[in-house]
């Protein structure tokens, strides 16, 4: 019904940037919140920043001042600009997106990830 595809990883050097875009597509009525999350090896998956559909935001401690959150909403579209990218960031990030679709006549509330990018961060 819905799906959520992730875009804009791949392989940085210490210092360099990376945009992530995540595009949400299919009977969608409304989007409300989103996120991007990101899980190292070894590690549980972790919040990273959020985006509500006001446009208010949250960002993890460790990406403050590097990172920034933003959507279009007439496109269904988040993006995570990642500055001064360390090591430590090199991960594989989802977006996640809690939102209304609608199937049969019917509307349904749910929420929704996506397949994952990589981001590796490395000299």
């Known amino acids: 019904q819905v799906q959520l595809v992730e875009s804009g990883g791949g392989l940085v050097q210490p210092g360099g940037s990376l945009r992530l875009s995540c595009a949400a597509s299919?009977?969608?009525?409304?989007?409300?919140?989103m996120g991007w999350y990101r899980q190292a090896p070894g590690n549980q998956r972790e919040l990273v920043a959020s985006?509500?559909?006001?446009?208010?935001?949250n960002y993890a401690d460790s990406v403050k001042g590097r990172f920034t959150i933003s959507r279009d909403n007439a496109k269904n579209t988040m993006y995570l600009q990642m500055n001064s990218l360390e090591p430590e960031d090199t991960a594989v990030y989802y977006c996640?997106?809690?939102?209304?679709?609608?199937?049969?006549?019917?509307?349904?509330?749910?929420?929704?990830w996506g397949q994952g990018t990589q981001v590796t961060v490395s000299s």
């Open positions: 996640n997106s809690d939102l209304v679709f609608q199937s049969a006549g019917y509307q349904f509330s749910q929420t929704y």
């Open positions: 985006i509500t559909s006001g446009g208010n935001t």
């Open positions: 299919g009977r969608i009525v409304v989007i409300n919140a």
